[in-house]
């Protein structure tokens, strides 16, 4: 697989190690020379120096022949451009796109930027998932498919507590998937009863 990596910051050298080390092919850009200079030695011909929102630049990178982009900038706008010129332009089957500011997602949702990743947005929803204070968790949105995954904790006076899953009525489009209780993760079948106590994994 080749693979176009735009942006050599620790993201995106470390991808490029770690892809390199799989045994596919790849080629990093980047535009800030002194970061170009530092990884010459170490990259040699896998790195480019240029700008990865002009055309021309992710052209010389080989992005015709692309089986996938990643567009890892520290600069969300340039990592929407990227996306969409891969897509649109190029056409390239797969893009992912790193985004910095999770209040920029609506943004890269509504212009069909569907694998992203950010990185503040993980480690809210791990604080999350660690503070007792908090009884709904988001754990895990798959937006091409249309399906988050949430977690819910069971306390004494939810209506949840003492019931049979096959009792619950759930609204339309919730699958109640598995329970965890004391640590173990249980499938969720109708003639399982949730417990106070218990978490609840809902797709």
């Known amino acids: 697989m080749f693979v176009v990596i735009v942006g050599a910051g620790k993201v995106g050298l470390n991808t490029a190690r770690s892809l390199v080390h799989m045994g596919h092919e790849v080629i990093v850009v980047e535009q800030r020379r002194m970061r170009y200079n530092l990884l010459i030695d170490e990259l040699e011909e896998k790195i480019l120096l240029g700008d990865g929102t002009e055309i021309h630049v992710l052209e010389r990178a080989g992005i015709a022949r692309a089986d996938m982009v990643v567009a890892v900038t520290g600069d969300d706008e340039d990592n ?31 212009l069909g930027v569907e694998a992203t990743i950010c990185a503040t947005t993980a480690l809210l929803n791990l604080i999350m998932h660690e503070l007792p204070v908090h009884k709904f968790v988001h754990l895990l949105s798959l937006r091409k498919q249309n399906l988050e995954l949430v977690e819910l904790e069971v306390g004494d ?36 009863e949730i417990l106070p106590g218990d978490y609840v994994l809902c797709l």
């Open 157 to 192: 006076t939810s209506p949840f507590a003492n019931t049979y899953v096959q009792d619950i009525d759930l609204p339309e489009g919730v699958l109640l998937a598995a329970i965890v209780r004391a640590g173990k993760a249980l499938v969720a079948r109708g003639s399982t």
């Open 80 to 110: 929407i451009i990227i996306a969409q010129v891969a897509k649109l332009k190029f056409g390239v089957p797969k893009v992912v796109a790193r985004v910095n500011n999770p209040f920029n997602q609506p943004t890269f949702d509504l």
